[in-house]
């Protein structure tokens, strides 16, 4: 793809915006050494932002004997964002301010079987009907929408190409989605989400090199490579979950054998413990939450069934993450996603373990092994920032018109 000048004029007001989200209040000197850009280039940009209303003048700062510099600050309240966390098991949207504060969510069960794409919608249609109200704010200040979905997904096109917990092949979602939410969307899914978010709030922040780890009901990595997300040339880097780690193992949905997720994922930790204790009282068939929730109770009470469940499910980590580690020579591997707050520190202990087992020193040195520090659903966070970079994108240079939106109510010109 041919990047224009327009596309290079967004990035730049992104990453200028991004600078002031992050550091609010910041001067133009500050912001154009943190992002390389020049200062006549940063001030150009910095009065595109104020005339957006997206960041406002906060005062100034002495700078040793020169001329006072001008502050900027982002303006909170100049827009809403929302991001849409749709997983197997549940729908999470939250509602975010412009300095990406939460001020409303909602979340709704998806039950075994609930998985047809209007079902799905209908959650989602309702959540984010919820958050709207909530907040209290008027619609038109809703910038855009952001939504996460399992799976390939065709960006441009807004077509969940393929979510194989749920065999979608080719669901139009965005389409569908449009049918009941007016706002912007923009679509994309959980492991780009949690890479951006980690990268902009959480363990990955100020760091040009981390893997996130994504352990949900289906798996995945986020990647951050030299300090931005990596999307590979389809927007499918990262589906680490459907690597093989056990040749001829478990069936996996996506139609191979032994694929990392088969043993990792929620349904795989299911397996792990139906084959150790078929009558555990910690399997609850067909709940995926609570076998978890529950192994989680049993780790903390020592119980040696949940141990060894956690134990073995980190052994299948520690080898597949070693080969992250190996790959990528990351400074930081985060663990996100529900399973992994759930389980928390004692399933990390132990993958920290197996990865070093399986590592090469050299890059096995260079990496830390955390949980996500983000205290929110990372997905929902990273989801709004990709609706931010859309409201960037649909706005004109400096006195310049309005121009249609990159995806909205009404399809693009093709
Ligand atoms: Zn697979």
Known sequence: MKRTSRDIRTANRYEVLRQIIAESPTSRQELAAATGLSLATVATLVGELLDLRMI?????????????????????????????????????????????????????DVRPGESRPEQVVGHVAAALG????????????????????????????????????????????????????????????????????ELWFGAARGRGNAVVVNLGTGVGAGLVLGGAL?????????????????LDGRLCHCGNHGCVETYVGAPGIMLNLRELSPRSTLLHPEDQTATIDA?????????????????????????????????????????????????????????REAVARHALPRPMAATEIVLSPIPTDPVCLGAATFALEGALQSVGPRNGKRTTPARSRTAPPS
Not at 236 to 244: D, F, M, N, Y
């Open 56 to 108: 406002t003048e906060v005062g100034f700062e002495d700078s040793a004997g020169g001329r006072p510099r001008g502050l900027v600050a982002v303006n909170a309240s100049g827009g809403a964002l929302i991001g849409v966390d749709i997983a197997e098991t549940y729908v999470h949207v939250e509602l975010f301010d412009l300095a990406l504060n939460v001020l409303a969510r909602a979340e709704e």
């Open 130 to 197: 919820s958050v709207v109200a909530q907040a209290g704010i008027e619609g038109a200040r809703v910038l855009g929408v952001g939504v996460s979905v399992p799976g390939q997904v065709d960006r441009a096109t807004g077509i969940s190409e393929y979510a194989p917990n749920w065999d979608w092949h080719d669901v139009p979602l965005l389409d569908l989605l449009t049918e009941h939410i007016a706002y912007p969307l923009y679509l994309d899914n959980p492991l780009r989400a949690c890479a951006v978010a």
């Open 230 to 246: 990596h999307r590979g040339v389809s927007n499918s880097a990262g589906e680490w979950g459907h690597t093989t780690i056990v």
């Open 295 to 351: 192994l989680s109770r049993g780790v903390l009470a020592q119980d040696p069934v949940a141990l060894k469940v956690v134990r073995d499910t980190a052994r299948y980590l520690g080898a597949g993450i070693a080969d992250l580690v190996n790959l990528f020579n990351p400074e930081v591997v985060v663990l996100s996603s529900w399973v992994a707050a759930t389980l928390g520190e004692p399933l990390v202990a132990e993958v």
